[in-house]
């Protein structure tokens, strides 16, 4: 059976928890590193090297990559998780919608939920909703907040675990948050040429990715990447 990467950040940082209970751990050191995952099109800052899980869905044709980061004193998990699937999501309303059940299912997946806020927002000008809500991991109390951001049709879920009277919480969540970037997807274009006479269009596609079924005719040409990534003319 196949476990998502939400379920093994939560095993993680409970097996941890536990752990904290039982022994003294020297600090980690006060900065963050940071990481970048050129076919991702992201870099983003973690305190602590950063594991990596991937989960499927097989019935669904989607994926998701995940990189999850844990401090061990004080404890706290830094996550982002990154949604792959064909089936895009670009309307302003389906968007409102979509990020409002990604909230609610993340919610209502953890144990003794109290929702603090959710506020649509925008992250490096994209539709977003920021969360923070009060839950426990192994009958211990702790705060979830995040962020999650719409790319290309996807979502990106920023996620920071830590414990209820843990001191620099907003400090470490600002500098995760803002270390977050997208950029550009490294690649060489493809020898082939996508061509539309009667648009005047041509171009070369890059490298490896599938040319993908149209659903709007304003919309004559849409490429798909390994990772999920698109371009569309």
Same mark, same amino acid.
């Given at each position: 059976?196949?476990?998502?990467?939400?379920?093994?950040?939560?095993?993680?940082?409970?097996?941890?928890?536990?752990?904290?209970?039982?022994?003294?751990?020297?600090?980690?050191?006060?900065?963050?590193?940071?990481?970048?995952?050129?076919?991702?099109?992201?870099?983003?800052?973690?305190?602590?090297?950063?594991?990596?899980?991937?989960?499927?869905?097989?019935?669904?044709?989607?994926?998701?990559?995940?990189?999850?980061?844990?401090?061990?004193?004080?404890? @706290? $998990?830094?996550?982002?998780?990154?949604?792959?699937?064909? &089936? !895009?999501? %670009?309307?302003?309303?389906?968007?409102?919608?979509? #990020?409002?059940?990604?909230?609610?299912?993340?919610?209502?997946?953890?144990?003794?939920?109290?929702?603090?806020?959710?506020?649509?927002?925008?992250?490096?000008?994209?539709?977003?909703?920021?969360?923070?809500?009060?839950?426990?991991?192994?009958?211990?109390?702790?705060?979830?907040?995040?962020?999650?951001?719409?790319?290309?049709?996807?979502?990106?879920?920023? @996620? $920071?675990?830590?414990?209820?009277?843990?001191?620099?919480? &907003? !400090?470490? %969540?600002?500098?995760?948050?803002?270390?977050?970037? #997208?950029?550009?997807?490294?690649?060489?274009?493809?020898?082939?040429?996508?061509?539309?006479?009667?648009?005047?269009?041509?171009?070369?596609?890059?490298?490896?990715?599938?040319?993908?079924?149209?659903?709007?005719?304003?919309?004559?040409?849409?490429?798909?990447?390994?990772?999920?990534?698109?371009?569309?003319?």
């Amino acid at each position: 059976m196949a476990i998502s990467s939400a379920k093994i950040s939560v095993i993680i940082l409970a097996t941890l928890l536990c752990l904290t209970n039982m022994h003294s751990y020297a600090s980690e050191p006060d900065h963050f590193r940071k990481y970048v995952y050129p076919l991702e099109g992201i870099e983003v800052s973690f305190p602590s090297k950063p594991l990596e899980f991937r989960s499927e869905n097989k019935a669904g044709n989607s994926y998701s990559n995940s990189y999850q980061a844990v401090v061990i004193n004080p404890i @706290s $998990q830094y996550s982002v998780f990154i949604q792959h699937s064909p &089936d !895009k999501v %670009f309307s302003d309303e389906s968007i409102a919608a979509y #990020l409002d059940g990604v909230i609610r299912g993340l919610i209502s997946g953890s144990d003794d939920p109290v929702l603090h806020f959710t506020k649509s927002i925008r992250l490096l000008r994209l539709p977003a909703i920021e969360y923070q809500y009060a839950h426990t991991i192994n009958d211990i109390p702790v705060i979830g907040r995040g962020i999650v951001v719409m790319v290309d049709g996807n979502h990106i879920r920023l @996620s $920071q675990i830590h414990a209820e009277n843990e001191q620099d919480a &907003d !400090k470490n %969540f600002t500098k995760f948050v803002t270390s977050f970037k #997208l950029t550009p997807i490294e690649g060489k274009l493809s020898t082939g040429r996508y061509e539309d006479k009667s648009r005047g269009i041509s171009f070369s596609p890059p490298h490896g990715w599938e040319q993908r079924p149209i659903k709007y005719a304003q919309i004559p040409a849409l490429f798909r990447s390994p990772t999920g990534h698109i371009v569309q003319i």
